[in-house]
């Protein structure tokens, strides 16, 4: 029986219905999994979407979803309200998760304390959640995220750094690496050139690489990012440790051949999502990409249980 995966639409004005249905129309999704979708069900139409393609859980708003595609009380609304659904939904059936892209400022409007998917998923799903990045042989984990680069110094811990690169290896595992090889990226230009850049190098990854080895994980670094996505792009290594969101991003996104799937790992479900936003500027013209989405879709089915009815 194929697997169910668990599909929230995300913020009905941006470009997340359109590309959950343009994916649900692939024949390989279709193949790979029964699809759930979660969301807004005047958008999904609006974009093409039947009950042939998924079932279908329609999310409706307390108020009127504005004319333009913009952020809003309405979108914050439908798109929490189905991920706060696919969030229980998952954890009862074990089933994956792939969330749509959502718009933090509509969030904030409809009141979420939260700044996005991730923030929401450690509280609900287990706190280890690492977010990383797939596209074909490439992978890179976070040890930081959506934060000031200003603020890295004083967030960038051992302790930090040695969690995220467990939760890594074992993510890596988990993709079919028996024995990950794992390059760990300093935060300084030219790894800091041996303390005359910066100290971090030095006094904090240094030694959580060296922890790293006494758990047995078998990591290089602190080196320099640049070098390193060559290597990695190169295959010497399985998976980049990249200390703060650009640094893992930019490499990515140039060195990608492949679409990029996000995932938050460690969680007590699989959860992938397509890597873009809501895209409000071309919301609703027909146009967007959804390979990003259906590469999402195709990664969790290949990887879900066996399905279990709700």
Request: hydrophobic share 45%.
């Amino acid at each position: 029986m194929k697997p169910i995966v668990l599909i929230t639409a995300g913020d009905p004005l941006g470009i997340g219905p359109e590309v959950t249905v343009k994916s649900l129309k692939n024949p390989l999704v279709q193949r790979a999994c029964l699809p759930v979708v979660i969301g807004e069900p005047t958008s999904l139409v609006r974009a093409g979407f039947s009950d042939k393609l998924a079932r279908l859980i329609a999310i409706d708003a307390s108020a009127p979803l504005p004319d333009k595609p913009v952020p809003s009380f309405a979108g914050g609304e439908t798109s929490y309200k189905a991920v706060e659904l696919g969030i229980k939904l998952a954890l009862k059936t074990k089933s994956p998760l792939v969330t749509a892209p959502i718009n933090k400022q509509s969030w904030a409007l409809y009141g979420v304390p939260y700044t996005g998917h991730t923030e929401l998923l450690r509280e609900r799903a287990g706190k280890e959640g690492l977010m990383m990045f797939v596209s074909g042989n490439l992978r890179c984990g976070l040890v930081t995220e959506h934060f000031a680069i200003a603020d890295l110094p004083r967030l960038l811990t051992k302790e930090r750094i040695v969690e995220s690169a467990i939760h890594f290896n074992r993510a890596l595992k988990q993709l079919g690496i028996k024995s990950p090889h794992i390059a760990v990226c300093a935060l300084n230009p030219h790894a800091s050139d041996n303390g005359k850049f910066g100290t971090e190098e030095n006094e904090i990854i240094l030694p959580a690489v060296k922890a790293l080895r006494r758990h047995r994980i078998k990591a290089d670094g602190p080196l320099p990012a640049d070098a390193l996505w060559l290597a990695h792009a190169a295959g010497k290594y399985d998976g980049l440790l990249c200390m703060y969101h650009d640094q893992a991003l930019l490499g990515l996104k140039l060195a990608a051949k492949k679409p990029i799937v996000h995932i938050t790992a460690g969680l007590k479900f699989l959860r992938v999502s397509p890597t873009h936003g809501t895209a409000f500027d071309i919301s609703g013209q027909n146009i967007a990409n959804p390979s990003s989405m259906t590469d999402a879709l195709l990664f969790a089915a290949a990887r879900a249980k066996p399905p279990k009815i709700f």
